[in-house]
């Protein structure tokens, strides 16, 4: 199978950063601390606004490269994602007293949930608003007139909620939750960002899937995919001084219950795709054997690969929404991290190797297929996307029946068998359910959220990836040895030189 990569560029990314947050106490800058840099991307004040562009306390990180080591902790630091109101804090810890233990983490992980509500669009003229925001974190729906239920009002609670009112709320947003999702991925864990809602409601807005080069490279983008693209690469930039780093991305879609790879450049199947098949390692890593894998150096190089599945993924115009996703899109990104030779004495024996996934996840919108209008081909699209978002259902449900199911049925769809890691597997999950605040849309907006607080209960179980392969193991020590041998020699010849 042909993949569309293309020349790599050399990553030239301007730092997001004004290096305000670096941690001058410790001495431990952003050039020499590359976990502190992404800590610097925000700061939470008091009041739970949030500012871009660090914070005073907001250094630290995993572990400098100066070979003092700090983890989960110090002055301000924190290694949680962030929440509202707590005042400014970093993420990853270290900081100002970082401790010279390193405890890769092998811990739980709930789904985080953020509800995202858009405006009221042009189709909805004349609806009233009926969403109510009451922080944190906390959202009411009324009950319909002519409902059966014996409240007046659906409560329902998450990490966040936000109206998505302007292009600064969405950057707001991607800074307190989205961002320490890719820290995760950054120091070496799965990640995923997942987003569901009816159809219309602005998960491909959120996520910034559909996305052109333009948007991806802009100064100051929105949409978590181009947001987490620019973070990355900053990240990269930094790190690469002590690691060797691999980036991959991978694109495809479930569309009528077939994996197809939106970066193939074979001319057969359906938009020139063809069906793939989604297979396990021993290890338990899910994948879509066969997709294209690119390598990828820079954010330029990325937004031409979206651009390109772009043109390929399924979408079409219904009575809900003038460019509906009619399929599942998932973004992959695979980052390899190892530890220069050069460096690898200063780096603890469990973080010179690093292996990690980050899955952003633009799920097809849950529709009533008569709203839609739909016929022929859409109406078979409407069927097969509801049937994947129900057993998507299913799998959150048997993953929070706790023990009373042992069965979870990830094999029953695509979709799922797919997000197996994300949901109740090994991943830092955010799940974005996504809003219209239409009291037409009550009933759809109350099932999301329904959806949503349900997802909130699944527990992963997050593990640092940092295994190599006895093959990979070998190689390492082999190449280690030998540059220490190497030095030697050289400190050797100085010393006779010098007639020590
Ligand atoms: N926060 C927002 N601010 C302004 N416009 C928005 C916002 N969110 C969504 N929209 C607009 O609403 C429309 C529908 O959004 P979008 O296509 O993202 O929905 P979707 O949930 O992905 O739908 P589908 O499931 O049908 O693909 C688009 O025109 C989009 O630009």
Redesign the pocket.
């Known amino acids: 199978m042909g993949c569309g990569a293309s020349k790599a560029a050399v990553a030239n990314d301007p730092l997001l950063l004004d290096g305000k947050g670096s941690d001058q106490k410790s001495g431990n800058g952003p050039s020499s601390n590359v976990f502190g840099l992404l800590s610097l991307t925000r700061g939470l004040t008091a009041d739970g606004a949030i500012t871009v562009g660090g914070s005073e306390n907001s250094a630290g990180g995993m572990y400098g490269f100066d070979g003092k080591f700090g983890v989960a902790g110090g002055e301000n630091g924190a290694s949680g994602t962030g929440g509202a109101g707590v005042g400014k804090f970093g993420v990853g810890g270290g900081g100002k007293n970082g401790s010279s233990s390193i405890q890769p983490i092998n811990s739980e992980s709930s789904v985080k949930v953020v509800t ?1 509500v ?2 009221l ?1 042009d189709h909805e003229k004349g609806c009233e608003d009926i969403v109510k925001i009451l922080p944190p974190g906390k959202i009411e729906l009324p009950k319909k007139q002519n409902g059966s239920g014996t409240e007046d009002k659906y409560p329902f609670e998450f990490d966040r909620v936000v109206r ?2 302007s292009p600064e709320v ?1 950057k707001e947003l991607y800074a307190a939750l989205v961002l320490p999702v890719v820290e995760r991925f950054c120091q070496g864990f799965n990640a995923t960002v997942l987003a569901y ?10 996520m910034g899937t559909s996305c052109n080069s333009k948007d991806v490279l802009a100064p100051d983008p929105t949409g978590v995919v181009p947001r987490s693209l620019k973070v990355l690469f900053s990240y990269i930039q930094i790190a690469s001084q002590s690691y060797d780093i691999t980036l991959k991305a991978q694109y495809v879609e479930i569309y009528n219950e077939n994996v197809l790879d939106l970066l193939s450049t074979e001319t057969s199947g359906k938009n020139g795709t063809s069906k793939l098949d989604i297979r396990e390692r021993p290890d338990g890593d899910v994948y879509v054997e066969g997709a294209c894998e690119i390598n990828v150096k820079s954010r330029e190089e990325v937004a031409r690969i979206l651009d390109q599945g772009n043109t390929k993924r399924s ?1 079409a115009a219904h009575k ?6 009619r399929s599942h899109a998932i973004v992959t990104l695979t980052m390899e991290q190892r530890a220069k030779i050069s460096s690898a004495q200063k780096i603890p024996a469990d973080l010179r190797f690093l292996r990690s996934k980050l899955n952003l996840v ?1 799920l ?2 849950s529709e009533r297929v008569k709203d839609t209008g739909a016929s022929g081909d859409r109406f078979s699209e409407g069927v097969s996307i509801n049937k994947g978002l129900m057993e998507l259902g299913n799998v959150i449900n048997a993953l929070t029946e706790g023990k009373k199911r042992s069965h979870v049925p990830y094999r029953n769809s695509k979709l799922t068998r797919l997000l197996q890691d994300s949901l109740g597997g090994n991943s830092e999950t955010l799940f974005v359910a ?1 809003v219209s605040p239409a009291d037409k849309n009550h009933e759809q907006t109350l099932n999301t959220l329904r959806y949503a607080s349900r997802a909130r209960a699944i527990r992963n179980n997050l593990r640092l990836n940092n295994k190599l392969s006895p093959e990979e193991e070998l190689e390492y020590l082999r190449t280690l040895v030998q540059q220490l041998q190497s030095e030697n020699d050289q400190l050797k010849t100085r010393l006779a030189k010098t007639g020590l």
């Open positions: 995202v858009r405006p669009m998505v009112t969405s809602g009816q159809t219309g409601s602005g998960k491909t807005y959120t979408t809900m929404n003038s460019e509906s996703s633009d097809a919108g996504c």
